[in-house]
């Protein structure tokens, strides 16, 4: 079968992992969570580079680690990229990239070297030496070094984390790219909400050690049981294609299932796949279509489901927008005022989307 | 100033003896230098400090135990006995031997230095790219410790050339079998051969300047990044 099966117990003086998860074999699954939550232990865990006595590991049906076994970390055939990228200070570039293939059976290599170098576009680097690359250049190779030994499963560890800003987006687009082009399923440890917001299709939140959520990124966001806050507020994340350009305005509309919203045109194409994140403090609500407003994103719903927030003034709604799921945050004064219950039809007016990716 | 016979051999001697010390001590120091390293067990200070012990000791107590360990008596020697190899000491071998436990912390104590400073990531990066434990250590762990190595050489090498106590104690001073350069000197003076031992110990003295400028040369202390 595919996916991963993971049951990791360990315990360490002040911090303790305690796990039970499946997760999906494909696309990327982002480890989310504050540092000391255990995402990286989970992470090393995984790869073999921690031991968890009794722990339980099965990828695609094939086991790493159960009572009798512990399959050793060089006869996993899985990836690996850490914060740093370290990268073997004697070898150059091109002796980096090719340790690890050359490795790995004939037979078993299904990502040609430069098909790597390709994707992570550090062709003209190949003769440097490490010391000689930028911070951002030797995360690139050790992510082609990783990519080169054709992993079934690709582990990173908060790979631009030690990176600023402007290295950040130099590679999130690379990152993208193997999201799009490979087969390969990601297993992506951050505690940057922008970084899971853009990357992640499933989400697994940590905290002391154990998951509190776990599942597809949108429909995980907008659960308002447990509310995860991807940085300072509860929002939701949507696929979405680019639908239509309004050039006289210089707007371009988002289409998801359910409806569309307008946000600036940055360019991109018709078709084009995109994310937009709409934070549940930029929604509001209101009984009927209002047409004196300023407010340009205005979709009919139902209300799904209220809850509590985290002040006694607030409450969380979950409307959803033929099938995908939005939350808005109103005071409860508010609610109680417009009767919400649910099944009710409502108007959503979106103050603010932000796109990204 | 000229060498006689004697000096040559005695110099050849000397080499040998290094040259045969310094590769086997590579040979057993650099496991121990290794499980130092790495072993979080409590016996790393109790064997640390045993391999540190000729840097303190008079090399006549250390050479006063092998004699009694390696004579006819001793344990050791009733096992070379046993194993038809007569008795180690008066002989090359039993130099050798001395000389590998006199030499042993110039070697493991750079090798363990340098083995500590790559820490672990290196380690676990092999390890994700399918290269199993000895593969790492030939393929990352020797080419990244090879300063380590270079000094822990040239260390081993000029110390054992440099002995002196433990070689009269476990040696004694036959010709072409256990006269050292150290021990040719130390004849010319007892015989008052002054021109003869000034010869062999300028030689000496300009062998140790070069070694030790080659060691700081090739591998000039550099803060490391």
């Known amino acids: ?54 722990g339980y590991l099965a990828v695609d049906g094939e086991v790493w680690q159960d009572g009798e076994r512990f399959v050793p970390t060089h006869q996993r055939p899985l990836g690996y990229v850490f914060q740093e990228a370290s990268l073997f200070a004697h070898l150059s570039v091109r002796r980096n990239l090719e340790y690890g293939m050359r490795r790995v059976a004939e037979q078993e290599r299904r ?49 631009l984390a030690a990176l600023d800003l402007a290295r950040k987006q130099e590679i999130l687009p690379y990152l993208e790219r193997l999201h799009d082009e490979l087969e390969i399923p990601l297993l992506y440890v951050s505690h940057a909400p922008d970084e899971v917001a853009r990357l992640a299709d499933h989400i697994v939140a940590l905290d002391h050690g154990r998951a509190v959520a776990e599942g597809p990124l949108a429909a995980t966001l907008a659960r308002l049981d447990l509310p995860i806050r991807l940085g300072e507020d509860v929002g939701v994340v949507i696929d979405a294609t680019v639908g239509e ?81 939005i939350v808005a945050r109103l005071t409860r004064r508010s609610a109680a005022a417009l009767g919400l219950t649910p099944g009710q039809p409502v108007w959503l007016q979106i103050k603010a989307v932000a796109l990204i990716g | 100033m000229g060498f006689s016979d004697a000096d040559f051999a005695a110099i050849w ?12 001590l590579l040979l057993i120091g650099t496991p121990i230098a290794w499980w130092l390293a790495r072993t979080r067990s409590w016996l790393k200070a109790p064997v640390g400090a045993v391999v540190a012990l000729p840097l303190v000791l008079p090399p006549t107590v250390l050479g006063f135990y092998l004699l009694v360990m390696m004579g ?63 593969d790492t250590f030939f393929s990352v762990i020797v080419p990244l410790a090879r300063p380590g190595f270079l000094t822990a050489s040239i260390l081993g ?20 079998a256990t006269r050292v350069v150290s021990v040719q000197i130390y004849d010319h003076v007892e015989a008052m051969e002054y021109a003869e031992a000034h010869s062999l110990a300028a030689a000496m003295l300009v062998f140790s300047f070069l070694v030790l400028l080659a060691l700081y040369q090739f591998n000039p202390t550099r803060p490391r990044k």
Not at chain 1, 16 to 41: C, I, M, N, Q, W
Not at chain 2, 13 to 24: E, I, N, S
Not at chain 2, 115 to 131: C, K, M, Q, S, W
């Open chain 1, 1 to 54: 079968m595919s996916g991963i099966e993971a049951r990791f117990r360990l315990g360490f003086d002040e911090f303790a992992l305690d796990v039970e998860l499946t997760l999906p074999g494909r696309g990327v699954t982002a480890l989310f969570g504050h540092s000391g939550s255990g995402k990286t232990t989970l992470l090393r865990c995984i790869a073999g580079l921690e031991r968890a006595p009794g």
């Open chain 1, 111 to 159: 990502v040609a070297l430069d098909h790597a170098v390709e994707l992570l576009a550090i062709g003209p680097l190949l003769e440097r030496m490490p010391e000689r690359l930028s911070g951002g250049e030797k995360q690139r190779v050790a992510i082609a070094r990783a990519l080169a030994v054709s992993p079934r499963i690709l582990l990173m560890d908060e790979p």
């Open chain 1, 245 to 325: 350009r309004d050039e006289a305005w210089h707007l371009i509309r988002a289409d998801f299932a359910g409806g569309g919203v307008w946000v600036r045109d940055t360019g991109l194409a018709l078709g084009h796949a995109v994310r937009v994140r709409i934070l549940a403090r930029d929604v509001s609500l209101s009984l009927s279509h209002q047409d004196d407003t300023s407010i340009l994103n205005l979709l009919p719903g139902t209300v799904a489901e209220l809850a509590d927030d985290s002040h006694p003034a607030l409450a969380l709604v979950r409307v959803e927008v033929g099938g995908t799921p």
């Open chain 2, 13 to 24: 001697l000397t080499l040998r003896l290094a040259t045969v010390t310094t590769a086997l």
């Open chain 2, 72 to 134: 006819p008596n001793g344990p050791v020697g009733q096992l070379t006995q046993s194993l038809g190899l007569g008795v180690l000491p008066f002989t090359f071998w039993g130099l050798v031997v001395a000389s590998v436990f006199y030499s042993m912390p110039f070697v493991v104590q750079p090798l363990q230095n340098a083995f500590e400073a790559i820490g672990d990531r290196p380690l676990e990066v092999a390890a994700t790219l399918r290269a199993g434990p000895w």
């Open chain 2, 157 to 176: 090498f000029a110390h054992t050339v440099g002995e002196f106590g433990v070689v009269l104690m476990i040696g004694g001073n036959i010709p072409g």
